[in-house]
């Protein structure tokens, strides 16, 4: 494996990691005695992806970008394709907002899309928090690898203003 690639790896672990702790305590605090949560309505697992979503996208971007142009400025180096091929903006928190609304409309359509195919009104506890849990697992794997490109890309110098 390339260090770049060994680099995106560890970083998307990272990225998984946090977030299935995080996730992991919050769905615990929210569908805490419940033994069925309800997939639908108001409290249920549909909308609870809404912030759920949204914050997997975010954080999986963020911190990613801001630690890794960190190292970049202390001396990291390693090889990246000058061209990164993405649309989305290099900023991480503009990036990182983004990434997050697309997260966030992507899980609760597929949680939705999930839920009404299989017409389920409710899941068992512990089934259900391992569907919450494998958003939080997989989206890093998906986002970071080109935001971390972006981060590593070398970025130009800010032109100054002349009076």
Known sequence: MSPLNAYIARESAIGSVINLVIGSAFFL??????????????????????????MIGLMSIIPAMLITRMRVAKGLSLPVPSKTGSVLPSNPFLRGILVALASMVCLVGVA?????????????????FVLKALPGIAVPWIVCPSAIKVALAPRAAPVPISS
């Open 29 to 54: 605090v929210v569908f805490r005695g419940q033994s069925d949560p309800a997939v639908w309505g108001p409290g249920g697992l549909i909308l609870d992806c809404v912030p759920q979503g949204f």
């Open 112 to 128: 939705a899309a999930l839920a009404w195919a299989t017409g389920a009104h409710s899941l068992p506890f512990w089934p259900a």
